[in-house]
């Protein structure tokens, strides 16, 4: 699926050192079943993510993150009540109460689909003297062998890189892009909801 209006808001996670490993993702798959089974309007999947190494998340440790696709800004909302409301509420409260931190920041879809089974993400800020313009074509192409999709930062919203390659293999980028690239170990790959806005 691709579309000039989906967002994704990304949120970084991490747990109590107390808290198995285990455990964790049990309660966040059940979270994201919840989220699942009564989306939100404008909600199109989620999934979750255990990643090591970006600096921005647990200071480089062991963490997760979280995508959550959504039809435009009006479906921001929805989604902020959603997780914590109704049937969501118990699995979200108790997912919560094992995290220790997290962070978070917000994405529009630039180039490629929504991804399905993203197993890397490359991270990258604009290098000087190329245009946007340039930088697009330059990654444009490197996309479709990949199963990419490019993600573009929205208004400075969140610590990372302002771009992310979701992939579902490694993805070779222009040398001038210096990325971090973690692999994604899939906790929660979530099918299209596509509930429409009411």
């Not at 089974?37 to 200071?59: D, E, K, Q, T, V």
């Not at 094992?98 to 994405?107: I, N, R």
């Not at 208004?155 to 692999?183: D, H, I, K, N, Y």
Request: proline residues 10%; contains cysteine; aromatic residues 12%.
């Amino acid at each position: 699926m691709s579309g000039d209006n989906i967002l994704a808001y990304a949120f970084w996670h991490w747990p109590q050192p107390s808290v198995d490993r285990t455990a964790y993702e049990v309660a966040q798959v059940q979270f994201q079943r919840s989220l699942a089974a009564a989306p939100s309007p404008g909600f199109i999947r989620s999934a979750s993510y255990a990643i090591a190494g970006a600096p921005w998340a647990n200071n480089g440790g062991d963490a997760y993150q979280d995508w959550y696709m959504v039809r435009g800004t009006t479906a921001l909302d929805p989604l902020d009540e959603a997780a914590i409301t109704a049937s969501r509420k118990a699995p979200h409260d108790a997912a919560a109460a094992q995290a220790a931190g997290g962070t978070a920041g917000l994405f529009k879809l630039r180039l490629g689909e929504v991804p399905n089974e993203a197993r890397w993400s490359h991270w990258f800020s604009k290098p000087a003297g190329v245009s946007y313009p340039q930088l697009f074509a330059a990654v444009e192409p490197a996309l479709p062998p990949v199963g990419g999709s490019l993600w573009v930062r929205k208004m400075t919203l969140g610590p990372s890189p302002e771009f992310c390659v979701l992939a579902r293999q490694p993805a070779a980028l222009a040398p001038q892009f210096q990325m971090f690239a973690f692999p994604l170990r899939p906790v929660w790959e979530g099918a299209d909801v596509e509930v429409a806005s009411r």
